[in-house]
Structures are given as structure tokens and as C-alpha cells.
């Protein structure tokens, strides 16, 4: 493509069994956060000579639960799927917020966003009980339909231009958890990520 004004990074798998992807990365880092990463990477250059452009990372309430344990990364020393989902979604948030900095005055603007709970085949994984509570909960679930509008406001919204970096639900901003915000932790992520893929990302 000659040109590159959206990028929306969307893949996701949720609370799945222990596995790793063809790279040997733990399922839910490696599709949610590292598949991300070097994909945004690899069309980065792309995209600024496209700019003005904005990148989009579906994160999820659930990072607000969620920590990342930089020794631990693959979840190989212990596993807990929420937890192991809920630190890709916290890695989101932090690669939305490590990534603005480094694209500021580019034209290139950034930001993650909870799409809401949505039904879709992401619950697959989840327990029967799990799956009972959701029934339950349907009435206040969203379509797919509904469950996109979110990112389709932080990739056209007019009143964004110049915002960058910030986390969104239900078409507008939304408070992130402390994590979300530390830049220190940020920073160690984004050395692990390049360290990780094996990469410079200046």
C-alpha cells in the first residue's frame, strides 16, 4: 500500500488453556500484545509518511486488573489464564502510552480503548460457570455492531487530532488504572518487547 492512515490492531485471544504461539511466546502475550507490537513495528515507517495517522490498540477493563511480571513474561514459572489476559491488556494500554511519546510531532496519534464486553467468540475458553454468568449478564452486553463503535470513534473522531496516548470507553475517555499510567513500568516493557522480538525500535 502507498499509503497507511489506520491502523487498527484488534487480534485477541481471552483466558485460553496454557499454550505458545510458532515464536514460543505464552498465547495470550504473544496474539494480544507482541504480535501487536511487531506489527506496528514493521509498518511504522508506513504510517508516518502517511501521517496524519492514528493507531489503535483494543485493550479491555481487565488490564486494570492486570500486572506485568517482567521476569515472567511467558507465564512459565506459573499460569493463570485472567491473570496471563489481563497482562496483555495492561500491555496495551502501556504500548499505547510508550508509543505516543515516541511519535510525538510525527502526525501520528495513539490510543487503546475497552470495547466493552461484547458477544463474541473471544468467550470461548471461559468455564461453564463463567459461561452462566454471562448469560446472565446478556441484556448488558454488546453486539458486535455496538462493540465496535469505540474504536471506530478513536479512529475518526474529529476532536482527537490532537490527543494521543489516552485510553477510551464507550466514545470517550475513560480513566486507566495506576499501572496504566506508570511510565517507568512502560518503558521496561517496551526494552522487553524489543529484547523479546529481537528488535531496535528507536
Not at 52 to 63: D, G, K, L, W
Not at 90 to 99: G, K, P, W
Not at 127 to 133: D, G, I, L, T, W
Amino acid at each position: 500500500e502507498a499509503k497507511l492512515n489506520l491502523l487498527i490492531n484488534n487480534a485477541g485471544v481471552m483466558v485460553c488453556p496454557y499454550g505458545k504461539t510458532a515464536d514460543g511466546f505464552e498465547m495470550q502475550i504473544g496474539v494480544n500484545h507482541f504480535g501487536h507490537f511487531l506489527l506496528t513495528y514493521l509498518l511504522i515507517d508506513l504510517i508516518k509518511r502517511s501521517a496524519p495517522a492514528r493507531i489503535i490498540n483494543v485493550s479491555s477493563m481487565a488490564h486494570s486488573w492486570g500486572s506485568i511480571t517482567l521476569e515472567d513474561i511467558n507465564s512459565e514459572k506459573s499460569y493463570n489464564k485472567s491473570k496471563a489476559y489481563a497482562q496483555s491488556k495492561l500491555a496495551n494500554v502501556l504500548f499505547t502510552r510508550s508509543l505516543a511519546k515516541r511519535l510525538e510531532g510525527t502526525g501520528v496519534t495513539t490510543y487503546s480503548l475497552h470495547p466493552g464486553v461484547v458477544q463474541t467468540d473471544l468467550w470461548r475458553h471461559l468455564s461453564a460457570p463463567e459461561r452462566f454468568f454471562i448469560s446472565i449478564a446478556r441484556p448488558f452486553t454488546k453486539n458486535s455492531i455496538q462493540g465496535a463503535q469505540t474504536t471506530i470513534y478513536c479512529a475518526v473522531e474529529p476532536s482527537l487530532e490532537k490527543e494521543s496516548g489516552g485510553y477510551y470507553s464507550d466514545c470517550a475517555p475513560a480513566s486507566c488504572s495506576a499501572a496504566g499510567k506508570d511510565d517507568e513500568l512502560a518503558q521496561k516493557l517496551w526494552e522487553l518487547s524489543c529484547k523479546m522480538l529481537s528488535l531496535s525500535w528507536d
